[in-house]
Nanobody, 125 residues
Framework: QVQLVESGGGLVQTGGSLRLSCAAS????????MAWFRQGPGKEREFISR????????YYADSVKGRFTISRDNAQNTIYLQMNTLKPEDTAVYYC??????????????????WGQGTQVTVSS
């Protein structure tokens, strides 16, 4: 069973930065896409960003475009989310996910096959 472990969350002031990591293990298939989602209090899970196996194709939600950058290191089976210019509305639990279909974009959580437990990001005003 694929395991995903997120890290790097925490408390930061408005305008600050954080870098999230998601390490995948027990992955027996290749290639696969990975993504970040977030879920704020009382909200549905929201797509943030997706990266394909080659790392060169990425997708972003409009709400984070220009502020967040996704990347991956296949040698480490890890993806990253560099978050800059954070805002209070970025406060949420951030989840990483694996999609065995390594093509196109996918913004619906149901399209993803495996999920991490999440890491809390809190942006104070």
């Amino acid at each position: 069973q694929v395991q995903l472990v997120e890290s790097g969350g925490g408390l930061v002031q408005t305008g600050g930065s954080l870098r999230l990591s998601c390490a995948a293990s027990r992955v027996t298939f290749r290639p696969y896409a990975m993504a970040w989602f977030r879920q704020g209090p009382g909200k549905e899970r929201e797509f943030i960003s997706r990266v394909m196996w080659n790392g060169g194709s990425t997708y972003y939600a409009d709400s984070v475009k220009g502020r967040f950058t996704i990347s991956r290191d296949n040698a480490q089976n890890t993806i990253y989310l560099q978050m800059n210019t954070l805002k209070p509305e970025d406060t949420a639990v951030y989840y990483c996910a694996v999609d065995r279909r390594n093509w196109g974009n996918a913004i619906d959580p149901v399209e993803y096959d495996y999920w991490g437990q999440g890491t809390q990001v809190t942006v104070s005003s």
